[in-house]
């Protein structure tokens, strides 16, 4: 995720350079910094799947499970509930196309800020409902806030080292170009199984945190004269 600051810092090192051709010795390298961002925000997808001969029955059948699911879930004001997807398909005999019966699915979205809350909403809908997914990942302010603190230590970092080498070579130097690059990490497959696994079992469920990692890549220019218009 490269964000307009980063694009225009990138820009104006790059016009600079291009007035002021490099004559110097140029090294390239990278400087990386992460920061941790709570998953103060939860997701869960819930379903209800069944089979029947007749798909206006079935449907009723279906439509009155979620109804009642939507009805329950939105007695708890701090989870946000929606309807999901509903798909409805055939069933065919084995060794021909003929249907003999059908099969529906439709979910339930709920979002919450509150784990315990949407784990104890989970939990009392599993008496009809199945758990499809469930995952906690940063808020995008949270996301944002751990961001541009990892951008500004990636940016340190990468300072400390063009000093560090330009000064082991007993050169002074200048930047030439800088690319700023982040990637917010979520939860991976195996914790939001867990996850959805510590819910089945009336487990506290953990929402953790995600490691946002920002790395910065660039190249700076060893001047020959120390006096030179150096930018340390």
């Known amino acids: 995720m490269k964000y307009v600051a980063a694009a225009l810092l990138t820009f104006a090192l790059n016009a600079v350079a291009a007035e002021t051709k490099p004559t110097g010795t140029l090294i390239d390298f990278q400087a990386q910094a992460q920061r941790s961002a709570p998953n103060d925000v939860g997701y869960a997808t819930m379903y209800f799947e069944a089979t029947g001969a007749h798909a206006s029955e079935l449907s009723k059948r279906v439509n009155q499970a979620i109804s009642a699911a939507l009805a329950t ?14 798909q409805t398909y055939p069933v065919y005999a084995k060794g021909n196309r003929t249907i003999e019966s059908w099969r529906m699915r ?31 990942t940063p808020a995008p302010e949270t996301l944002r806030k751990a961001d541009d603190e990892a951008a500004m230590d990636a940016l340190a970092a990468f300072q400390e080292k063009a000093t560090r ?23 991976a497959p195996s914790e939001r199984y867990a996850m959805m696994k510590a819910v089945a079992d009336s487990m506290p469920v953990e929402a953790g945190e995600s490691q946002i990692v920002v790395g910065v890549t660039g190249q700076i220019e060893l001047l020959e004269s120390a006096a030179s218009s150096a930018r340390p």
């Open 73 to 86: 879930a939105k007695s708890h004001p701090e989870i946000k509930v929606k309807s999901g997807s509903t």
């Open 165 to 187: 080498y330009a000064a082991a070579l007993k050169k002074q130097y200048r930047i030439v170009s800088i690319t700023i690059g982040s990637n917010g990490v979520p939860p």
């Open 106 to 136: 439709s979910e339930v979205l709920l979002e919450s800020r509150d784990a315990a809350a949407l784990s104890d909403l989970v939990g009392k809908l599993q008496a009809t409902l199945a758990v499809g997914s469930m995952r906690f």
